[in-house]
C-alpha cells in the first residue's frame, strides 16, 4: 500500500476500513472455532480435531499480527508475515508430536462428533476466506491470513471423510492420518508465505537500487 515513508526511510501503510473490519471478523471466528475444536477433540479423543484447533489458535495470533501491521510501513509487514508463516511451520511440528503419542498410546475417536464438528468448521472457514478473497489488492500479510484459511477450509474436508471412515471401520487410523496431512499442509502454506515475504523483501530492495 501506498503512504508517507516512515522515519526508517521505509513506505508506510494506509490503513483500509474494509481490510480491519474484515480481519476483525475472520479474527472473532477462528477463535470461536479453535474453542469448539479443542472441546469436542478433548471428549472425542481425536487428533485431528485438536490439530484443527491448534491450528485456528494460530490463525488467532497471526490476525491480530496482520490486524497491527494495517497501519504499518511495507518492511514491517513483511516482517509480520514472516512470523505468520514460521508460527505455521511450528503448529505442524506441535501436530505431528500429538499423532505419534496418540499413535503410541492409543486412542479411540468418536467418528460422529468429528464430522460434525468439521461440517460447522467448514461453514465459518469458508465465510472467512470469501471474505478475505474479496479484498482488493492484498499485501503480503493478508495474503498470509488467506493461506490460513484456505488450509482450515481444507483440512475441514479431511475431519469429515476421516470421521465418516472411524464410524465405518471402527479404527483410529483415519483421525491420525487427517492430523498428519493437517501438519503437511501447514508445513506446504508454511513455505509459501515465507517465499512470499521473502519475493517482497526482495522486490522493494530492487525498487530502492
Known sequence: M????????VTGGSENPDERRTLWVVLLLNA?????FFVSGFFADSSALVANGVDNSADVAVYAISLAALSRGD??????????GAMLLLFAVAILVDVARRYLQGSEPIGATMMIMSAIAAVVNYICLRLLQRLEKP?????AATT???NDFASNGGILVAGALVLWLGSNWPDLLVGLATAGIAIKGGIEILRDARSEEKT???GST
Open 32 to 36: 470461536a472455532i479453535a474453542g469448539g
Open 75 to 84: 518492511q514491517w509487514k513483511t516482517r509480520a508475515a514472516k512470523a505468520s
Open 148 to 150: 490460513f484459511s484456505f
Open 2 to 9: 501506498a503512504g508517507a515513508p516512515d522515519r526508517a526511510g
Open 204 to 206: 522493494a530492495k530492487d
Open 139 to 143: 499485501d503480503v500479510n493478508l495474503r
